[in-house]
């Protein structure tokens, strides 16, 4: 699936140099209006843009997941050094894994009315900027590496072919959702090792439970997509279930709310753990009955709704930690 989501495009109407009063409306992902427009230089738009900061779901989606691995490795409350080295960790991979998306993806996105405003694609990067721009996220990414111990250095080096092959995965793989899903929870690994130094399988439990969560939510997001990713001859998830995609994704919830409950037990976390846990089971329920595929335009909210389960990852760990029983 190309990178066309809401949260990992632009926004809306963004047309460069139309008049929202007299322009007809258009389908592209840019706004013309966001707070990129108002507040920033007009030179730095096209790079806010490009590492998607006015589009942050995808980065609070990256980042929550990584909060509440903290949470449950520190046994309670993380430090506040980690808390803010993790936090820019997220927003820095988020902005480099779409800025490598729009390198990869530029002679698709021209081609769809959705993508086609973007800053690459439509002329206000050059190709050679917008990889300067790339490897000066990588160079700050890489000072982070001075902040964490050695054994979560290797795993964040290992990170970095994944982020970078992921756009080029739906051209020949139905399953690009599951790399970008390894990726975007790398972070979770990375929380246990730091905090710990050592990976136990609770921990990667976890982590495989939010793979399959994603790849179920991005799932939901990929059919939105389905006819532009027919007529760019690229791969999804959505193309691979077909009719059957409630059953599918359905599938995937399950497995991580139980993957997510038995990592509950194995870190021993008390009762009300398993409340919050029972509350996401609920949640992945109301978004199937939500879900169809005859109406993917109801996958926008059922996607950013995946939000609240990030939220209510964190409620747990701290639930099953620091909650008087």
């Not at 809401?6 to 926004?11: E, H, I």
């Not at 005859?294 to 760990?317: C, K, T, W």
């Amino acid at each position: 699936m190309v990178d066309r989501s809401p949260d990992a495009g632009q926004g809306a109407s963004g047309r460069p140099g139309a008049d929202p009063a007299t322009s007809a409306p258009d389908l592209s992902d840019m706004r013309h209006d966001d707070w990129v427009a108002h507040w920033l230089p007009a030179a730095w738009g096209p790079y806010a843009r490009l590492c998607r900061l006015d589009r942050p779901v995808g980065t609070w989606l990256t980042l929550l997941p990584a909060l509440a691995a903290l949470v449950q490795a520190a046994d309670g409350w993380p430090t506040v050094w980690r808390l803010i080295i993790f936090s820019l960790g997220a927003l820095l991979m988020r902005g480099v894994g779409c800025t490598f998306n729009d390198i990869f993806d530029r002679d698709f996105d021209h081609q769809v009315e959705r993508t086609r405003f973007r800053p690459l694609t439509s002329g206000q990067l050059t190709l050679r900027a917008a990889l300067w721009f790339a490897a000066a996220q990588l160079l700050v990414s890489a000072a982070l590496l001075l902040a964490i111990n050695a054994y979560s250095r290797w795993l964040a080096l290992a990170l970095v072919p994944l982020v970078v092959i992921y756009p080029l995965c739906k051209r020949f793989t139905y399953w690009p959702q599951a790399v970008l899903g390894m990726a975007f929870n790398w972070g979770m690994l990375m929380a246990w090792t730091d905090t710990r130094d050592v990976l136990p399988w609770y921990g990667v439990a976890m982590w495989v439970g939010a793979v399959l969560w994603q790849i179920g939510y991005d799932a939901v997001y990929a059919y939105i997509d389905l006819r532009d990713d027919r007529m760019l001859g690229l791969k999804s998830v959505a193309m691979r279930f077909g009719d059957q995609g409630r059953a599918w994704i359905g599938g995937f919830y399950a497995v991580t709310a139980v993957l997510w409950t038995a990592a509950g037990w194995g870190m021993g976390m008390d009762w009300p753990y398993y409340v919050v846990m029972a509350v996401i089971a609920g949640h992945f329920v109301w978004q199937m009955t939500v879900f169809d595929v005859r109406h993917p335009e109801r996958g926008l909210r059922i996607f950013r709704s995946n939000m609240q389960v990030g939220v209510l990852l964190i409620v747990a760990g701290l639930a099953g930690t620091i909650l008087p029983v």
